[in-house]
């Protein structure tokens, strides 16, 4: 919203002294956000002056064009007091004109330097100026002629055209409409100053009658209130006036002609959107209602809408006339042969200009006031004063008849006490205060012992609950008031037992060389058939979103490692030499009960309907992915590197579950998008909860990442479960340790880890730790087998073992594993 200073000095007795700038700086703390200030003469400097056309003589030129060489008397501005010559291309203007001349040494916007020059065979010394060269406006059809009263040649041209007024733009938050008006925003500045106000809707205004035009009201509740008043006579050649031309364009608004001038001069004025229709063109009485289905309008934008049956609508005799409180319709539009005018002041439900303008993607400056709602009793004085400039500056005659339809709806009153606003702000403000900033808001007060019952004024719809008083109060006694109280800290509280872990599983990670990243949880097909999943994937079925980012990702992820592949390969492309990133995030696996119940908003719902919400929906598990590719290994002047593969990642779970507290299982599997050779099936207590891996060839050429590529993708959740909150320390024995070793033979099909199990189950207590060193091949061991050799570690807490204690255990675990895996020792 942009207003002009001098429009706000002309509602409010501000000190003469105020600049714009403190001005803004006292708006902004009462809630109108500064978003510029302009200044139109800045960009003008040189001698900008009123000039008198003596003569103007015609010349036609070779090219087609004629010019004029004028004769302009600029009083002393030039020094001399002799008449000045230009030569000017407009021809808008006659002998005994005043016109708006820029003599040599001015500069014009743009850094436009102005000189004297022969131009057409002439001497030009300066230039006689239009709307669009000044910076005033988009006309650049004719020069500016002045009123016979603006002054006298050579007279500063300054202030006549307003280029010394200074206009504040403001940025209006949604639920302050009544600051998109001259009104409400120098009601804030009086406010600010405790200056004198005048309310330009505070009018006189005549009573209803029964000769106003016909208005009737179907649904008062889209508009409780409608006044209609008709002028006559109107001159539709009738110009604007110059103050309100300069006013309309340094609010941003661009003239048009009288009738519509007026209508947008008056909304920025009052705040009450007005609309004109051309009252030859009506037929029959005026009917607001709902649309109907299939009913059509061709707005005053040309285009043709089909209506819904929520819109309310303005009608005659011949249908839809317009799109009640957004635009009109282009039937009863004002044109250039409008001589008379019936003026609509209209007061609409702001819900429903909300929904509508939405709807139709339609915005109009009338709009944007309704929909946030407008003071519905100034609909008659909005209506008299347009009225009022349509009579004034059109030649028109006001009809007698004034029609005023339904009441403006009543205010709830709010009841606060009186010591609200000081424990909500934590500043000192006492009854008195509150009393006083809420009287000075407009609010209407009943004062008890402890409370006081406010009613908001009309233009104030956004004030509905004590909090919103109490708010009025701490912005008018100054939000710089508050007082700066770091907040206690609340004893016996901390992270949670789930925070805490993550931040563990974030460090053991990080610890290990990964790089935490975010994706899109946003899946399509594609991203499955990349993955190699069979059709009938569970990981497949996911929950699809009502309205997705994207068409081609439309459901919500059941697998974090599309994204995290994507990452991956991202980072390699652009020169990564290796790679390691995890992601801990929601999957989502659908319900399968329906869609959810929508419920009302007026009150709780019940445990029961609450039971029936949860049920539907999809359950969420939080999920951590691992994806190691390139070099795990830095190559360098030391030698080569080593690249990631299955270990790696099979690795980083053990790890993870080492820093929990947790004994991680491990057992060959196969499962996509894993290779089926080498993929690891990850399990606690015999309860699986993920995979790690190489991923299967297809996988990494779908993605573009190098052959044995590494990943994991586990339940964090009910790794979290399982784990210790707190992990006990390492224990020491002061007493040496044994060592044995054994070398086992097993099929090629068993895995160590099966192996290794059965070695630590067989050894007992005594068994410290166990390491698989060596694994062979070949001739010596048979075809279709293979030779694990494990490092087995003997110790105990409170003696030296003895050779028979130690071969004791040795051999328990050998013959557990002969027994379980069918181990032969070598």
Request: charge should be negative; aromatic fraction near 6%; hydrophobic fraction near 40%.
């Amino acid at each position: 919203m942009k207003a002009p200073v001098s429009w706000i000095r002309e509602y409010v007795d501000l000190p003469a002294d105020v600049s714009t700038e403190d001005l803004a700086a006292r708006l902004t703390a009462l809630g109108l956000k500064l978003e510029a200030i302009e200044a139109p003469g800045d960009q003008i400097t040189g001698p900008l002056v009123i000039g008198k056309v003596l003569t103007m003589e015609p010349e036609p030129q070779k090219n087609g064009k004629t010019i004029n060489w004028c004769s302009v008397d600029v009083g002393d501005a030039n020094g001399t007091g002799e008449p000045q010559g230009i030569v000017c291309g407009a021809h808008n203007f006659a002998p005994g004109d005043l016109v708006v001349c820029i003599l040599p040494g001015g500069v014009l916007p743009g850094n436009f330097e102005i000189s004297a020059r022969k131009t057409y065979g002439h001497l030009s010394a300066g230039m006689i100026c239009s709307s669009r060269e000044l910076g005033l406006g988009d006309d650049h059809d004719g020069i500016i002629v002045l009123p016979a009263d603006a002054g006298a040649p050579g007279d500063d041209a300054f202030a006549v055209l307003g280029l010394d007024d200074e206009v504040i733009e403001f940025e209006i938050n949604p639920d302050r409409a009544y600051a998109l008006s001259l009104r409400g925003i120098a009601r804030e500045a009086a406010l600010a100053y405790a200056a004198p106000y005048r309310d330009p809707a505070d009018r006189k205004v005549p009573e209803p009658n029964a000769d106003g035009y016909p208005v009737e009201i179907d649904d008062p509740t889209g508009c409780p209130v409608f006044v209609a008043r008709k002028v006559t006579g109107f001159d539709p050649a009738a110009p604007s006036p110059d103050w309100m031309v300069r006013r309309l364009t340094q609010a941003g608004m661009r003239p048009i002609s009288l009738a519509v001038d007026v209508t947008n001069y008056v909304m920025l004025e009052i705040g009450r959107p007005i609309h004109g229709y051309d009252a030859d063109k009506l037929q029959g009485p005026i009917r607001v209602r709902r649309a109907t289905a299939g009913e059509r309008l061709t707005t005053l934008d040309g285009v043709d809408r089909a209506l819904s049956v929520e819109d309310l609508v303005v009608t005659d005799d011949s249908g839809i006339i317009g799109l009640g409180g957004v635009m009109g319709g282009e039937a009863t539009e004002m044109s250039s042969t409008t001589t008379s005018v019936l003026v609509e002041a209209a007061h609409w439900d702001a819900t429903s200009m909300f929904r509508t303008g939405k709807r139709h993607k339609l915005t109009s400056e009338a709009g944007k006031r309704n929909e946030r709602g407008v003071d519905p009793l100034v609909t008659p004085a909005a209506a008299d004063r347009v009225v009022e400039l349509l009579t004034t500056y059109g030649g028109g005659t006001a009809d007698a008849g004034v029609t005023v339809v339904g009441t403006a709806p009543e205010r709830e009153a709010i009841t606060i006490s009186y010591d609200l606003p000081a424990r909500v702000t934590g500043m000192p403000i006492d009854a008195a205060t509150t009393v006083t900033n809420l009287e000075a808001v407009g609010c209407v007060l009943d004062k008890q012992d402890t409370t006081l019952t406010a009613t908001p004024p009309p233009w104030r719809p956004d004030l509905t609950d004590p909090f919103d008083l109490v708010e009025e109060v701490a912005r008018i006694v100054g939000y710089d008031q508050v007082p700066s109280v770091l907040p206690r800290e609340a004893t016996g509280r901390g992270l949670t037992r789930e925070q805490r872990l993550r931040r563990r599983i974030g460090r053991t990670l990080a610890g290990a060389g990964c790089v935490e990243v975010i994706s899109f949880p946003f899946v399509g097909e594609a991203a499955f058939d990349a993955l190699g999943l069979p059709a009938d994937d569970v990981l497949r079925h996911t929950v699809r979103l009502a309205n997705p980012l994207s068409s081609e990702d439309p459901s919500y992820t059941t697998t974090l490692l599309p994204g995290l592949l994507k990452a991956a390969a991202r980072n390699l492309g652009r020169g990564a030499t290796g790679v390691a990133l995890f992601e801990t995030g929601t999957v989502a696996f659908p319900a399968d009960r329906g869609p959810a119940p929508i419920y009302g908003v007026d009150g709780r719902p019940t445990d029961a309907e609450l039971a029936t919400l949860f049920e539907a929906i999809p359950d969420q598990p939080l999920h951590l992915a691992v994806v190691l590719t390139g070099e795990r290994e830095r190559s360098g002047w030391w030698g080569s590197g080593r690249q990631a593969d299955w270990s790696d990642a099979i690795g980083l779970v053990r790890r993870l579950g080492d820093e929990l507290g947790v004994e991680v299982e491990v057992t060959s599997a196969a499962r996509m998008p894993w290779h089926p050779g080498r993929c690891a099936q990850v399990s606690v207590g015999g309860v699986e909860f993920g995979h790690a891996g190489e991923l299967h060839p297809k996988v990494c050429t779908a993605y573009g990442l190098p052959a044995r590529s590494a990943a994991v993708e586990i339940d964090l959740d009910f790794l979290m479960r399982a784990a210790r909150d707190v992990t006990p320390g390492p224990q020491f024995s002061t007493y040496p340790l044994a060592k044995e070793d054994v070398a086992l033979v097993v099929a090629e099909e068993v895995t160590a880890a099966e192996v290794e199990r059965a070695l630590r189950e067989g050894a007992g207590e005594l068994l410290e730790s166990i390491r698989l060193f060596d694994v062979y091949t070949g001739d010596q061991v048979g075809a279709g087998h293979k030779s694990l050799a494990f490092a087995l570690r003997f110790r105990a807490p409170d003696r030296t073992l003895t050779e028979e204690e130690t071969a004791a255990a040795r051999n328990a675990a050998v013959a557990a594993a002969a027994e379980r895996t069918g181990a032969v020792q070598r």
